[in-house]
RNA sequence: GCCGGAGUGGCGAAAUUGGUAUACGCACCAGACUCAAAAUCUGGCGAGGUCAAACUCAUGUCGGUUCGAGUCCGACCUCCGGCACCA
């Protein structure tokens, strides 16, 4: 130890010592239980930002956390490495992808090296080299034999700016997820996975982990999902054999039903119109509708349209005539693409019907008290001249419904449904929101597709023993039209593995979510070049215990892994639904827009950005992650302060100018640090060993809830309480040394996770050999922790009014009596009667009075 | 519009889940050290009130339950996120 605090010599010489002893290296057959702490890997943009810096530092807390514990800690590090950033290079500035990438993978591994996040650099992967990516394309064969993966053309999202396409989740909104351009629609031929095979099971997995994630993503995810219970009700369409199918979830409101509409492009209006004087208006309408949906994102705020078409169809229940239209406000994609229209009672048909004068026909009445209330003009036996204002959706009781009439909703919704059945127009139905993951990209810098095209055979899987399918070194990087692959002629000819015929590859590349959605399943069998990983390996770590990362991957990523992961175990190659037990969705770091009063995140565009190098320089890594940990409660936005950041180091100077003072002592005396039985303790003595202990409780209970911020707060609350102690070094007791002794060690050993380089030196600086990987998390005596004398607060009808010193094993009785004896108190109580006295042991005593 | 979440000092935030509101830190103020500054150390720091105290009022607003409410219940206001024709 020197006797200053300079962070960076404290930081390099154990940085170094870390590596050189491979300190961080875990290995499977470890005896002691596993953990395994997981960050979100990063795309290698180049540059660490502070968002990566407060995301590792908290899943390295919790990996420090959990060694000291005992514990065989995974904690690796990885890189997203294809997708477009590395093409926008290439195409810009004629950078290759592969040197742009790699180059940012160095400089960005220096920059984690120099934060001293513990990771099992061993481990370290990335998707865009062919060891990682040939995995990708063994699953994608996997996935065509099963038929989960299917080509088909379809509109795609299409960016216009980045001339990709764009999954539906990476267009929600209508705008690019990347670059913020409307999207376009086009047809493509498409691979994509089918996630709708398992919609149901991404819906009820959901209770083996509902309490370990945090609610807000089970919703989002929820909501992509979008389960929905219903029925499929056929209505036959007059003068024809044809049947109009749709779903409804309100069947209980069929007696309202006064239309069909169909979707602009449902595959029955060419059938049904062919030769009817409408169809070049209906494909006028058609057109229209298509192209302002390109343009426009937001259906929503679209003007309800359609036509009528003229067909007549029959209501199944009432056997009434309702005319089928076409509209644009219903989707092609979801349910049959075609709805029975009840205006009375559904807010779109509502709005529809007035628009065109369809009458709307009340057949579902309120029934409770606040329905009433919102509804007065709504009642039971309505007339029918009563003018409806807006359609009420509610659940109630049913009315003008034949024999159904005097239902309630609840109870008719099955029972309809069953008749529905039974007389074969019908069916119950679950439909989802969710649709099958589009995965081709018309990209260079991807997982190529691993299919051959043969004039004869049509399409061939490449072989197991074929792969990877290696990327070409350059292409034609133009950024305009179909895949750069398609220019690369070495590596789109080839031979049929069928029949040896000159063949075609496919061109287009995988969506950078494959790679992201096994990536944590690598890491425990990293070397592995017959199987993506071991199974049994991969068991023995995963779940992953912690996974940590930003709540803007609450949906996708963390759909497809999921996805990905009850694949993998059809497939035989786990046994579990779920991949991750805890998610942590960590705040954003931001930072004020310069001239302004907004806070918003760090980015190069708005120049708020802060260089983690920089503050390392500046404040070390220990100070810089102190600081980005203790500032707010992980899952909070975190507004970035300098100032902050110079606390932080002023905190850990403090506790390492002391530790400074006491490692003479400690090390030069050959004294034996134990407490001497019957040695009584000085108050100061006995008071510092008290938060000794409590704070080790304190840390322990929150450190395992990455309640970091307090957890801080606690070993600030230690070192103050160490200070005030104010003990010399030179001249204390031996009884007053133990004291201190055990309260610099726990200090340290808890400061560990959150400033381990320091803190490692210290260590060191106390005595220990062998670093902190030997050390073991301190234990709290309860017995010490507990308060000798309680400060009891005394309430008079709940008002504090006085407080009274108590042992903590107090009787009630003692405590009553010592609290009605208190002077203050009775000033209050006197004149008054005593109604009642109400004592919480060791906590308050409040007197009511009268 | 619908669904979530949150409102506590000048600021980031605590409060063992109904029991001393504002821990810890930042900023600020005063003092010590210094020729001076920085750094460091000591003290102060919700509002009103007072020489000082007593005391009063404060956790978005209004009401309720309770001996006691930041915490529970009801209504409302504001802000932030997510979804948005999903039948």
């Not at 063949?503 to 590349?509: K, S």
Request: aromatic share 10%; hydrophobic share 40%.
């Amino acid at each position: 130890m020197d006797e200053k605090y300079f962070p960076e010599e404290i930081e390099k010489k154990w940085q170094q010592r870390w590596d050189e002893t491979g300190a961080f290296e875990v290995r499977t057959d470890d005896p002691r239980p596993k953990f395994y702490s997981l960050e979100m890997l990063p795309y290698p943009s180049g540059f660490l930002h502070m968002g990566h810096v407060r995301n590792y530092s908290i899943g390295d807390a919790l990996a420090w956390y959990k060694r000291l514990q005992g514990f065989n800690v995974l904690h690796p590090i990885g890189w997203d490495s294809f997708g477009q950033p590395a093409e926008q290079a290439a195409i810009k500035r004629g950078v290759n992808p592969l040197v742009w990438t790699e180059e940012n993978i160095g400089h960005m591994r220096g920059q984690l090296r120099r934060l001293g996040i513990s990771y099992d650099w061993s481990r370290e992967i990335a998707a865009h080299r062919p060891d990682y990516y040939k995995w990708d394309q063994w699953f994608f064969l996997k996935m065509f034999e099963r038929n989960l993966a299917y080509k088909r053309v379809s509109p795609v999202n299409w960016c216009p700016n980045e001339e990709t396409v764009l999954s539906n989740e990476q267009s929600s909104g209508g705008v690019c997820w990347r670059c913020g351009a409307a999207v376009e629609k086009r047809d493509l031929e498409q691979w994509f996975f089918r996630t709708t095979d398992y919609a149901e099971q991404l819906v009820q997995d959901m209770v083996q982990i509902e309490s370990g994630w945090p609610e807000k993503v089970l919703k989002r995810q929820r909501d992509w999902v979008g389960r929905s219970e219903g029925a499929y009700l056929d209505f036959a369409v007059k003068g024809s054999n044809k049947k109009i199918r749709v779903f409804t979830t309100r069947i209980d409101t069929i007696f309202g039903a006064t239309a069909i509409v169909l979707a602009v492009d449902h595959p029955l209006v060419a059938e049904l119109l062919s030769g009817s004087d409408l169809k070049r208006d209906v494909d006028a309408f058609a057109d229209k509708v298509a192209k302002s949906r390109s343009s426009r994102g937001q259906l929503a705020e679209e003007e309800k349209e359609g036509i009528n078409t003229g067909v007549i169809a029959i209501n199944p229940f009432s056997g009434e005539n309702v005319p089928v239209w076409v509209a644009n406000y219903v989707l092609t994609e979801y349910g049959t693409g075609a709805v029975m229209s009840v205006p009375a009672h559904d807010e779109r048909d509502f709005e529809f019907a007035q628009k065109y004068s369809l009458p709307i026909r009340q057949v579902i009445a309120p029934i409770t008290h606040s329905q009433m209330k919102a509804e007065p003009s709504l009642v039971v036996g309505t007339d029918q001249s009563a003018v409806m204002t807006r359609s009420f959706t509610d659940y109630g009781v049913l009315i003008n419904s034949g024999d159904w009439s005097g239902r309630l909703s609840q109870d008719a919704i099955p029972e309809m449904t069953r008749q529905a059945e039974q007389q074969g127009f019908g069916a119950a139905a679950v439909t989802y929101r969710i649709r099958d993951w589009g995965v081709s990209r018309q990209r260079f810098w991807g997982a190529p597709v691993p299919i051959i095209y043969c004039d004869k055979c049509g399409t061939v899987p490449v072989p197991y023993d074929q792969l990877p399918v290696v990327l070409p070194a350059t292409a034609d990087f133009t950024g305009v039209g179909e895949s750069p692959l398609a220019g690369v002629p070495e590596f789109v000819n080839t031979t049929c593995p069928n029949c040896s015929a000159p063949a075609r590859r496919d061109t287009d590349t995988m969506d950078t979510f494959v790679d992201s959605s096994w990536y944590f399943f690598r890491y425990c069998d990293p070397r592995n070049d017959a199987m993506p990983f071991d199974p049994a390996i991969a068991s023995a770590w995963i779940p992953v215990d912690q996974y940590i990362g930003g709540d803007s991957h609450a949906v996708m990523h963390l759909i497809y892994t999921r996805f990905w992961t009850k694949f993998m175990r059809d497939l035989g190659l786990i046994y579990f639904d779920e991949p991750v037990k805890k998610l942590l969705t960590q705040g954003m770091v931001t930072n004020r827009v310069e001239g302004t009063d907004e806070w918003k995140a760090m980015s190069k565009s708005l120049g708020n950005g802060v260089d983690p190098d920089e503050m390392i320089a500046a404040f070390g890594a220990d100070a810089t992650r102190l600081f980005v940990l203790f500032a707010a409660p992980v899952e909070n936005e975190l507004r970035w302060s300098e100032t902050g950041t110079e606390g932080a180091v002023r905190f850990l100077r403090r506790v390492y100018t002391l530790v400074w003072r006491w490692q003479v002592r400690f090390a030069g005396a050959a004294e034996e640090y134990s407490l001497p039985p019957g040695e009584k303790l000085s108050g100061g003595a006995r008071a510092l060993r008290r938060k000794t202990h409590q704070t080790i409780a304190r840390l322990t209970g929150d450190l395992e809830q990455l309640r970091l911020n307090t957890s801080i707060a606690g070993l600030m609350e230690l070192l103050n309480e160490l200070a005030d102690f104010n003990a010399d070094p030179d001249t204390a007791g031996a009884a007053d040394a133990f004291v201190v002794k055990e309260a610099l060690e726990a200090l340290v050993l808890m400061l560990t996770p959150f400033a381990p380089h320091v803190a490692e030196e210290m260590w060191e600086g106390l005595g220990h050999h062998g670093g902190l990987l030997q050390a073991r998390w301190p234990q709290a005596d309860p017995e010490l922790a507990r308060r000798e004398e309680l400060e009891i607060p005394v309430q008079v009808n709940g008002k504090l009014r006085s407080r009274v010193l108590a042992s903590p094993n107090i009787s009630e009785d003692e405590l009553r009596a010592a609290a009605l004896a208190d002077d203050k108190v009775r000033g209050f109580t006197e004149g008054h009667q005593i109604v009642k006295v109400i004592i919480v042991p060791q906590r308050l005593v409040n007197v009511v009075v009268r």
